[in-house]
């Protein structure tokens, strides 16, 4: 593996797009560091501290996505999230707009008229983001705070607001592009990517600390060191082979002869994901969970303020409902991404079959079955690691900073995206005729 590594810097061209990628992550690292005009910073330090709370979060998740940028109040503080939610309403979208599903058809005259569409609702996703985080800016006193934060508040500093965080937000998609068609690809995964790594010094000083005596006496001794590493290389091989896993559906095409050629006759097969849904359960399972427990403390009564705190992050009914919303959404994700009776309408088109099912409407069934079964293990798996990192941190005090690594949203898509970038590197190198990552095989990614 590691000289595939060193193959890397041998090719011109992918050395090129190799450090044509650096340069434009550490342009998308600036961008989350320049503070927005007119903050005051130390206002704003105990504003987050009081907004974040304890750990984890909706507001967590999207300053985990801008790489503390949004913890910053920077003018990337927006981040890719806009874009990715524009995306996300998109695909939605799609399975239920014909006008939509027929374009997304048209291949990729289609694709790019989506994801034109993509780009004019992520920014009319900035503006309201970033006029709703100036109005909440100014008036900080909602969540018990007394300093002030904006310095001169008022319109200007709205419009201003607005404008800065809609410029870096474009900007980062801009680069996401940049990195997918001239560098090494996955763009804004990439930048995703990259912000969550970018706490990862954090985190090791946060571990450090652990197990430094406090007062004469460690809280944590070597025998838990040597736990957690060992958690963290199982998890992460669990993460890795579950990413990757999938049920080959064989399929056979019939022989056509078109004029003097015979064409089919092959045996493939149809890879299905068990993960298929990706993070996007995570994610929908933290944005709901989130209001109620809102919602509900705004209430000035007692018995709503007591399911208000039960509805808290990381409390016994939190992860409860988390883990049930994980499992529903990976199902909902399923049933409007994957379509088991075009698939097998275009088998049946080009004279393919699934070998003992009949084509048309029972291999549809066929498939929807099968979909639904290896869904189960994969909205499990799921469960499982989203809910990690919150046990670790309540049931054992370890800090959020660290436990984060150890699952969830953070380990997923960092594992997703390395493999990705993995496979396409490995592309590159096999078609030079140079060894891969591994000697035997071929890297799969998420596709």
Same mark, same amino acid.
């Not at 149809?270 to 109620?292: D, E, T």
């Not at 309408?345 to 009949?358: A, C, E, N, T």
């Given at each position: 593996m590691f000289s595939a590594f060193v193959n890397t810097l041998k090719i011109p061209e992918l050395r090129q797009r190799i450090f044509f990628t650096f340069g434009l !992550?550490?342009?998308?690292?600036?961008?989350?560091?320049?503070?927005?005009?007119?903050?005051d910073a130390v206002a704003l330090r105990e504003y987050v501290a009081r907004l974040q709370g304890g750990a984890g979060g909706l507001f967590g998740l999207f300053d985990l996505f801008s790489g503390g940028a949004l913890r910053r109040c920077a003018v990337g503080a927006l981040g890719i999230m806009p874009y990715i939610s524009a995306s996300i309403i998109l695909q939605l979208l799609t399975a239920v707009i014909p006008s939509l599903e027929k374009l997304a058809r048209?291949?990729?005259?289609?694709?790019?008229? !989506?994801?034109q569409y993509g780009r004019y609702l992520a920014v009319l996703l900035c503006i309201i983001q970033g006029y709703a985080m100036a109005v909440t800016l100014e008036n900080p006193e909602v969540f018990g705070i007394t300093s002030k934060i904006v310095t001169s508040p008022g319109l200007g500093f709205r419009l201003l607001t607005v404008l800065t965080m809609t410029t870096g937000t474009i900007m980062l998609m801009w680069l996401g592009e940049q990195i997918t068609e001239r560098g090494i690809g996955n763009g804004v995964s990439l930048i995703i990517t990259v912000n969550i790594i970018s706490r990862l010094p954090t985190a090791l000083r946060a571990a450090y600390d652990m197990f430094r005596p406090h007062g004469g006496v460690a809280q944590f001794t070597v025998f838990h060191l040597v736990g957690m590493l060992a958690m963290f290389f199982l998890v992460t091989a669990g993460v890795v082979a579950m990413t990757q896993a999938q049920r080959k559906i064989p399929v056979q095409f019939a022989k056509r002869v078109v004029g003097r050629r015979v064409y089919g006759g092959q045996t493939t097969f149809?890879?299905?994901?068990?993960?298929?849904?990706?993070?996007?359960?995570?994610?929908?399972?933290?944005?709901?969970?989130?209001?109620?427990a809102k919602m509900l403390a705004l209430v000035p009564l007692s018995p709503f303020k007591y399911l208000a705190a039960q509805l808290s992050t990381q409390t016994p009914l939190y992860l409860f409902l988390y883990g049930l919303l994980i499992m529903f959404f990976s199902y909902f994700w399923v049933a409007t991404q994957f379509n088991p009776v075009q698939i097998?309408?275009?088998?049946?088109?080009?004279?393919?079959?699934?070998?003992?099912?009949?084509?048309?409407?029972?291999?549809a069934e066929f498939l929807d079955r099968t979909m639904t079964r290896i869904t189960l293990a994969g909205a499990i798996f799921l469960t499982l690691i989203a809910i990690i990192p919150s046990v670790m941190y309540r049931q054992f005090g370890i800090p959020w900073m660290v436990s984060s690594f150890f699952g969830g949203t953070s380990l997923l898509i960092i594992v997703g995206v390395l493999l990705d970038t993995m496979r396409q590197i490995e592309a590159h190198l096999v078609t030079r005729h140079y060894d891969g990552f591994l000697k035997r095989g071929r890297l799969r990614g998420r596709r």
């Open positions: !992550i550490f342009v998308c690292r600036i961008i989350a560091e320049i503070p927005t005009p007119g903050i048209e291949g990729e005259t289609g694709r790019q008229k !989506i994801t149809m890879p299905l994901r068990v993960n298929y849904s990706g993070v996007m359960p995570i994610i929908f399972a933290q944005a709901i969970l989130m209001f109620p097998a309408d275009d088998l049946k088109r080009h004279g393919g079959y699934v070998p003992g099912i009949r084509p048309g409407k029972p291999t």
